[in-house]
Structures are given as structure tokens and as C-alpha cells.
């Protein structure tokens, strides 16, 4: 038992030291953005009250800087569920992280965008619909990670819609027949984890962005 919980143990470091975050782009230069979800944070206060933290983009009226603030999925008022988009994503196109709760700017910006797109709004004027994405809203160590990883369940079945991020399915075109479209989302789909196929089945709307869509 020790043997194989120690083989565990190398596996995720070995994966850990080859693992390669990614920018949106080859010649993207931006830099990381990491958020607290520590034990004694505001964050983990929601994951124990069994809601989630989702993501959201702010701007500064002040100078128009952009700044990434964590939000309650519920009113902290009243308790409603606030409308939010879920991302499904591969970690293998480098949007995860072995080093904490963090994400490259450019990343954070393509999740925001595509979610404010999918309501049919303008990313760069509209109010941004809160975000979730498990490299950033499940605690990456404490106390909470696995009470997160239990509720991921019911973030997909509460999300307004999925959105499913996948380098793969940038095969995919406006122009191609619909039955090779299908043919391809299903190739995405079975190639995803068993984790990952609760996603697509609890969730009230599944989308899938075509290349330049996010953009
Ligand atoms: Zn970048």
C-alpha cells in the first residue's frame, strides 16, 4: 500500500516538473495572475457554506485598468445563485497549474471574453458574466480541496451554460457540413476523463466555441 500510494506520489511529481502552462499565443509575454483560496480566506468561508467562487473581470473607472477579483456564486444577502458560465477545458493545451491558484492573464481574458460572447455581448463594453474554472475556483491545497472537488458536480449542474474549451476542436469551421461538426465534439467528448463527462451531463447548455470566436 505504501509502495503504490509512494508511486502515486513520483507520478504527480514527475508530472508536476513537465507540466507547461500556455499563453493564448506563441508571442504573448503576460504575466500570471494568482488568487488566495487558502484556508483562512473569504473563498473558503463559501466552499464550506457549500457554494463555489467564480471569476469575474473588473475594470477601474479611474484609470481603465483591468483587475481579477473572486465572487460568491451566491448573494450573500439573499442567497440566490448568481448566473454564471462553467468552463470544461483539457489541461493538455496548458490551462492548468501544479503551483497554485493561478492562471495566465491571457487565459483568464479568453475564458471572460468567450463567457460575455456566449449572451451575445461586446467583451470589451459589456458588464463580464462571472466565470468558473477549476485551475482557479477548486482549492489547489488545504483543508477544502476535496469538499471543492465533491461540489464540482453541482457547479456544472447550477452553471447558466457549459462552455467547453478545446484545441482539438479547432478543426472545426462555420463552413464545414454539421454531421463533421458533431463527428468531431464527440471525439472531444470521449476523449475526456470520467471526471470530465459529468459536465456535459449535468449541465443545462453545452457551447463550444469555433476558432476566432473567443478571440
Ligand atoms: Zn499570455
Known amino acids: 500500500m505504501l509502495a503504490a500510494a509512494s508511486s502515486v506520489a513520483l507520478r504527480a511529481k514527475s ?3 513537465t507540466y507547461k502552462v500556455k499563453h493564448t499565443s506563441e508571442n504573448c509575454e503576460c504575466q500570471m495572475v494568482s488568487f488566495d483560496l487558502g484556508d483562512g480566506s473569504e473563498c473558503s468561508s463559501w466552499i464550506k457554506a457549500g457554494h463555489t467562487p ?5 475594470r477601474d473607472t479611474a484609470d481603465g485598468s483591468t483587475k ?3 465572487i460568491s456564486s451566491h448573494d450573500v444577502l439573499d442567497g440566490s445563485l448568481k448566473k454564471y458560465v462553467a468552463m470544461s477545458h483539457v489541461w493538455v493545451d496548458g490551462t492548468g497549474s501544479v503551483d497554485g491558484n493561478s492562471l495566465m492573464r491571457c487565459q483568464l481574458n479568453k475564458f471572460q471574453n468567450a463567457a460575455i460572447r456566449l449572451y451575445g455581448g461586446d467583451s470589451s463594453t459589456d458588464e463580464p458574466v462571472p466565470f468558473w474554472v477549476d485551475t482557479v475556483c477548486v482549492q489547489f491545497n488545504g483543508h477544502l480541496k476535496m469538499t471543492a472537488i465533491r461540489q464540482m458536480e453541482q457547479v ?3 452553471a447558466d451554460k457549459v462552455l467547453v474549451f478545446d484545441s482539438g476542436l479547432q478543426r472545426v469551421t462555420l463552413d464545414m457540413p454539421a454531421s463533421e461538426c458533431l463527428t468531431q465534439v464527440e471525439i472531444s467528448l470521449l476523449e475526456r476523463t470520467p471526471l470530465d463527462d459529468s459536465r456535459g451531463c449535468f449541465c443545462q447548455i453545452i457551447a463550444f466555441p469555433v476558432p476566432r470566436w473567443d478571440q
Open 15 to 17: 508530472r508536476a516538473s
Open 54 to 58: 467564480l471569476i469575474v473581470r473588473v
Open 68 to 70: 481579477w477579483k473572486l
Open 156 to 158: 456544472y449542474r447550477d
